[in-house]
């Protein structure tokens, strides 16, 4: 078995399914199908990268900010945000989503609204989540 790097380096691209729900609502872990290519250069605001952290864990999370050598990075369904990843951290980038044998348009009014929306409003959405976070922990005790 081969590397997330290994595999883009051998065919170009890395077609798989997320473990995990960092990405939800976009993404839900086994009900998606994710093609991840090689960056064409620096990776631009909402892009999604995978990356590989030091500690060796990969992570499939969005672009917040681009900044001079490195990317401020979180995932939709997270309110923090992760500081310090640079180029030689990005694996490749998530250029399609599979869903019920359709491929999801990046370009189409309702992912960019979505986009401007949950992410643009950046403050907002950390706001809901982090409600939505005490609200479990407390139902939960």
């Known amino acids: 078995m081969s590397t997330f790097e290994e595999e883009i380096e051998r065919t170009g691209k890395l077609v798989y399914t997320n473990v995990g729900d960092s990405m939800m ?34 992570v499939l999370h969005r672009v917040l900010k681009v900044r001079e050598n490195d990317y401020v990075i979180c995932g939709d369904n997270r309110y923090c945000k992760e500081y310090g990843i640079t180029d030689r951290h990005i694996i490749g980038v998530l250029t399609s989503v599979v869903r019920d044998g359709k491929e999801l348009d990046f370009g189409s009014f309702g992912y960019r609204l979505y986009v401007f929306l949950w992410c643009g409003l950046f403050p907002a959405r950390a706001f809901i989540l982090r409600i939505k ?4 922990r407390m139902i939960g005790k």
Do not use: F, M, T, V
Request: aromatic share 10%.
């Open 25 to 58: 609502p976009l993404i839900k872990q086994g009900r998606d199908l994710l093609i991840i290519e090689k960056p064409d250069g620096r990776l631009k605001r909402y892009d999604i990268p995978l990356y590989k952290r030091d500690s060796g864990q990969y």
């Open 133 to 136: 976070h005490y609200a479990k």
